[in-house]
């Protein structure tokens, strides 16, 4: 036997997970981790789980963390791109998971670029 | 957390298209990979497009994949899954883009133009997992209705809304349901007719496979707004699937205390249990449902009463469609109005249709009340294929009619359809080209109701078999003008003195061709020729004598051995030309399919 407050929760906990079910096309940020051997063995994981953990948390539903292959910079791994519609690709180099937190806050959820993480801002 | 959602579809269609074994492989090389922690395979119902199944779609990506094979699993896990790389070959075409993203469902031509409420959670969600149907707003509106409306607030919205049958007849849900409220008697049931015995149709099967839970929640929120305490779902033993899902789904409720004595502590009691029936056609009409789920052989009676006061052993009874169904708990989340938008003046809301015949994409769309046939067949159907030309569409099935070509621009909804001699029916939408006869199209519906008959009134028993004859007639040849004019006569007669919609509506394939293909009856009877070549009796094979080279191929395929060489040699040829005696002919095609010259033609 369920209460009305148990059917509530069960209904946050499950919608927290089936968020990457969603996919809304139009207005769709798309957040893509570098996951080859390259970035993996350079820390992506725990970057892919902190973004995914996130979003979900968060409950962005119009964001999509993914996995790409290797984009040819090794040496720059973990690297993560973000994709906002109808602007230009950002490329974030040697994320780790407290980067990756301050990416959702300061670039996903409020729009400001985090230029200090930017792929040739530590160059 | 599950980074990766496998969907792979287990409705029907898939299922007899091995999507368990490809679910099973999944699983397999997902924990082989190490990958169990984070991806999850969910077991969905049908996504809509049986034409291109098995289909699979992988989120966030979103990659919708189609024509999966056992085999091909291996690569989605070692190239998707574990590599983030999609696999394109096997990609749906729709789906394709240039850049690496692929295209969302949403966007292709075959979802654009659809509007998905009743199935909504088709394709979406596991249909058994009742955390996941929760998670989609699942039971929010039984808990809305059980905390905050009065029985009446809830028939008032329904009937707000304008919901009216899905069934087949259209007739007004909420009016239904006060019927039913204000029916003196203690007790009252709600039963729900998934019988569905339209040949071709799978609309309700493919909800009770892929939503189980939007039916019992929107039969318990019937319940509590009539007056009734036990369900019943009528659901033939030919879909065993659906059957278990519910089963499944009934059970998950009663553990939840979404069923039962007293239904989330409000004191409301409410249960539902599953009748299989053997799967005739008249079992899906009300009153022989009943008889039927009272254990009674499958037969009508008389309306009235009409079940909303005498239904169930006797009782008032509230009987709708599993897609009427389907809409209710939407309705009530999201209000009348948000319901009327999706609408003409008098139908709201969506149809889902099965649809089937001569299109490319076949399968389960669900489309705005009023969309024109025309957008259904060309942009969600995808057209016709190898370039053929529509004929015509029959909605309604045996009961329904036709609608030809130069109707195709007709808005699809209850009035408009009835206006030209369809109707809308319970969703089947079979699509027919040039190659198809109409006489022949109307003979096999027709065939199917003698069948179907259940044979307790004598217009319906004997009328519908004297009706096949005389479309016999037409399809040999040997029918004469007046048989025509008796045909018409006889469809009436039978219309007017069935005691069911059964025997009612059974003339109307034949009414509907009469009107608009009159000149191909007429073809058959006066110049004895099928302009579709389809009548066997009506159509001769021969070979053209320049065109055949003398090879024989066809004189092998023939199985009469109706097809003899002949001695003389025409001008250019080095074998002697063949010919066809149609004293033996059974004119069953297979040398015209085997002639690689062209040479033989039907006439
Ligand atoms: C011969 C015959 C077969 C029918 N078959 C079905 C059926 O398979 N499923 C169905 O829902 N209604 C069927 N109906 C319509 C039902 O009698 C009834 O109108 C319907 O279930 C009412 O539900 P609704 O108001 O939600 O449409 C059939 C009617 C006739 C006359």
């Given at each position: 036997m369920k209460s009305i407050a148990d059917i509530k929760a069960i209904r946050d906990k499950m919608q927290a997970q089936i968020v990457?079910?969603?996919?809304?096309?139009?207005?769709e940020i798309r957040i893509v981790v570098g996951m080859a051997t390259c970035g993996i063995s350079a820390g992506a994981r725990p970057v892919f789980n902190t973004l995914m953990d996130e979003v979900s948390t968060r409950q962005l539903r119009n964001v999509k963390v993914s996995r790409s292959g290797c984009l040819g910079m090794c040496r720059l791994e973990p690297i993560v791109e973000v994709f906002v519609p109808g602007q230009d690709k950002v490329t974030y180099c040697h994320v780790d998971a407290d980067k990756a937190k301050v990416i959702i806050a300061n670039h996903i959820v409020n729009g400001n670029i985090c230029t200090e993480y930017l792929i040739g801002a530590e160059e | 957390m599950f980074r990766s959602h496998v969907l792979v579809c287990g409705g029907t269609g898939c299922h007899s298209n091995h999507s368990e074994e490809i679910i099973k492989e999944f699983n397999n090389l997902i924990v082989s990979q190490g990958l169990e922690k984070d991806v999850q395979v969910v077991r969905t119902g049908c996504f809509g497009l049986c034409a291109v199944g098995p289909v699979v779609i992988i989120y966030p990506e979103g990659a919708f994949y189609s024509k999966v094979q056992v085999s091909d699993v291996e690569e989605i896990v070692s190239e998707h899954l574990v590599k983030g790389r999609i696999v394109e070959r096997l990609l749906h075409k729709e789906t394709e883009t240039d850049s690496a993203a692929v295209k969302a469902l949403s966007d292709t031509n075959f979802y654009k133009k659809q509007t998905r409420v009743a199935l909504r959670n088709c394709g979406v969600i596991n249909p058994e997992n009742i955390d996941e149907y929760i998670a989609y707003d699942g039971y929010q509106a039984l808990i809305k209705v059980l905390t905050e409306m009065q029985p009446q607030e809830v028939i008032d919205v329904i009937t707000k809304s304008g919901l009216r049958g899905r069934?087949?007849?259209?007739?007004?849900t909420g009016r239904k349901w006060q019927f039913t409220k204000d029916a003196p008697g203690d007790v009252k049931y709600v039963a729900c007719n998934a019988d569905e015995g339209d040949p071709g149709a799978f609309m309700d099967r493919s909800i009770l496979e892929g939503d189980p839970h939007a039916l019992v929640e929107a039969m318990t929120i019937a319940g509590y707004a009539v007056g009734a305490h036990q369900g019943y779902v009528y659901v033939r033993a030919e879909y065993p699937i659906a059957v278990s899902r519910l089963q499944i789904a009934i059970d998950q409720a009663r553990e939840y205390g979404l069923?039962?004595?007293n239904i989330l502590e409000s004191g409301f009691a409410f249960d539902i249990e599953i009748r299989l029936g053997a799967g005739a056609f008249v079992c899906g009409e009300e009153t022989a449902l009943i008889t039927s789920i009272e254990g009674n052989r499958g037969e009508p009676r008389p309306r009235p009463p009409f079940p909303a006061v005498?239904?169930?052993?006797g009782k008032p009874t509230l009987l709708n469609n599993v897609e009427t169904y389907a809409n209710v708990a939407q309705i009530i989340n999201k209000g009348a109005d948000w319901f009327t938008q999706m609408c003409t003046e008098r139908s709201r809301g969506t149809k889902v249709f099965a649809l089937g015949g001569k299109i490319n994409n076949t399968g389960l769309v669900e489309i705005p009340m009023g969309t024109p046939l025309r957008t259904v067949v060309e942009d969600i159907g995808g057209g016709?294929?190898?370039?053929k030309k529509f004929k015509a569409a029959q909605t309604g099935g045996p009961s329904g009619g036709c609608i030809p070509a130069h109707l195709i621009d007709t808005p699809i909804e209850y009035e408009s359809l009835l206006a030209i001699g369809s109707m809308m029916g319970s969703g089947g939408l079979i699509v027919m080209d040039e190659d198809n006869c109409m006489v022949d199209s109307a003979k096999f519906f027709l065939e199917f109701t003698v069948d179907e008959s259940c044979g307790k009134c004598t217009a319906c028993r004997i009328g519908t078999k004297r009706l096949y004859e005389l479309l016999c007639k037409v399809t040999d040849g040997k029918a004469t003008m007046e048989d025509l004019d008796k045909m018409e006569e006889l469809c009436y007669y039978i219309k007017d003195n069935s005691l069911c919609g059964l025997g009612q509506s059974a003339p109307n394939p034949v009414l509907s061709t009469l009107k608009y293909f009159r000149e191909e009856y007429i073809a058959h009877v006066r110049d004895k020729v099928c302009p579709a070549g389809v009548c066997k009796s009506l159509v001769n094979f021969s070979i053209l004598k320049d065109k055949?080279?003398?090879?024989?191929m066809c004189a092998r395929a023939c199985p009469a051995d109706a097809i003899l060489p002949q001695t003389e040699i025409m001008p250019g040829k080095k074998l002697p030309y063949l010919v066809i005696d149609h004293n033996k002919c059974v004119k069953c095609g297979n040398c015209m399919s085997t002639c690689k010259f062209k040479a033989i033609i039907k006439k």
């Open positions: 990457v079910r969603d996919k809304e096309q139009s207005n | 069934g087949g007849a259209g007739f007004p069923l039962g004595d005498k239904g169930l052993f016709i294929p190898n370039g055949c080279i003398g090879c024989k």
